[in-house]
């Protein structure tokens, strides 16, 4: 989910899928770009010239996460949970040559519409499951993945069982000793959602971190934040840097910083669990 949305009206195909309605809207300032909407809500952008061209703020940041999970080139061993466009299994595919991922995707016919308007490269060693993201990751094997992204959908909310101590354990299982997990939280106002994530991914994994832009942060905007978490301490020096060089840029939040922004809020179980907020009418 994000905010930018440049098109030409006349330049839009849409067809329906599983989950609602998808609209693919030409970018005018790119020959072979396209946004796709769900229902209204911006899910993806794809440069298909250019696929380590990240527009939307949020990915670009889970970009950095991606920059920094290991040294530059090397293969990454990478599960996406939510597909959408494919945007970040294409970056990494291009960033990183020879990187095996694989992608869940509940919607079957968004992932033909994909494969058909947006396709990818042939060399590329990217799988696609259909199939909810729980419910794989939980037959997915141990200690299997060097970055697990998650960033579903629907409705513009992130579904409850995807949020909770429970579902951070599947994560976790799957993840190599040295892997990260990131997640994309969309909140506004108060940031209640957003400081139980953080409670709930710090109670799974020892070092986290958050993304964010300080709007965001300081409550004045509803957006998106990114949570990073490992067994082992983020880069949050390098990802202090390569937010802060953003076109608009993000703070990187810590430590002590990170304690207080949680501010006792309590992780979320599955008994407990609620979908992320309803983004703010209009805001697309």
């Known amino acids: 989910m994000a905010h930018r949305q440049r098109t030409r009206r006349s330049d839009?195909?849409?067809?329906?899928?599983?989950?609602?309605?998808v609209e693919l809207m030409a970018d005018p300032d790119r020959s072979r770009a396209w946004t796709l909407l769900l229902d209204g809500t911006p899910q993806?952008?794809?440069d298909l010239d250019d696929p380590g061209y990240l527009d939307f703020e949020y990915v670009r940041r889970l970009g950095h996460?991606?920059?920094l999970a290991a040294a530059?080139?090397?293969p990454l061993q990478a599960l996406h949970l939510g597909g959408g466009g494919l945007t970040l299994p294409r970056y990494i595919a291009s960033t990183r040559p020879r990187s095996t991922q694989q992608v869940v995707e509940v919607d079957a016919a968004l992932v033909d519409l994909v494969r058909r308007k947006l396709p990818l490269e042939r060399t590329w060693r990217v799988r696609i499951r259909t199939g909810d993201a729980r419910e794989v990751l939980s037959r997915?094997?141990?200690?299997?993945f060097d970055l697990v992204i998650s960033d579903v959908y629907a409705g513009g909310r992130t579904p409850a069982h995807l949020t909770s101590v429970e579902f951070l354990e599947l994560a976790t299982r799957v993840l190599r000793p040295g892997g990260f997990f990131a997640a994309n939280v969309a909140d506004g106002a108060a940031l209640a959602f957003a400081r139980a994530q953080a409670a709930t991914l710090r109670a799974v994994l020892p070092e986290i971190c958050l993304i964010a832009d300080p709007?965001?942060?300081?409550?004045?905007?509803?957006g998106n934040l990114i949570l990073v978490g490992g067994r082992v301490e983020p880069p949050v020096a390098a990802l202090t840097r390569k937010a802060a060089g953003d076109p608009f840029p993000g703070r990187v939040v810590y430590g002590s910083d990170l304690t207080k922004f949680i501010a006792g809020a309590a992780p979320v179980t599955d008994a407990t669990a609620q979908p992320s907020p309803n983004p703010p009418q209009g805001l697309f």
């Open 12 to 21: 839009v195909e849409r067809e329906e899928v599983d989950s609602g309605t």
């Open 44 to 46: 993806s952008h794809v």
């Open 65 to 67: 996460v991606v920059d």
């Open 72 to 74: 530059p080139g090397k």
């Open 140 to 144: 997915a094997p141990e200690d299997a």
């Open 215 to 222: 709007a965001v942060l300081r409550g004045r905007r509803f």
